[in-house]
């Protein structure tokens, strides 16, 4: 019964230091821009063409 009282107290506790963290998070302002992160990954920095890749050319075996 004893181990019951444990988990309990050790449950509890890690839940509220989460819950600190969690609003420490929220007041510097972690969570206030959550869509464009997922909006960014789309747009490509520099628009590359086939030109500016450089493809190396086959040399034949002699």
């Not at 509890?12 to 600190?20: D, G, K, N, Q």
């Not at 609003?23 to 500016?52: H, N, Y």
């Amino acid at each position: 019964m004893e181990i019951l009282y444990l988990m309990i107290i050790c449950s509890v506790s890690l839940a509220v230091i989460f819950l600190i963290i969690f609003i420490i998070g929220a007041r510097k302002g972690q969570f206030e821009d959550d869509e464009s992160p997922a909006v960014r990954i789309l747009f490509d920095d520099e628009v590359t063409t086939e030109k500016e890749i450089e493809i190396p050319e086959k040399k034949d075996k002699e």
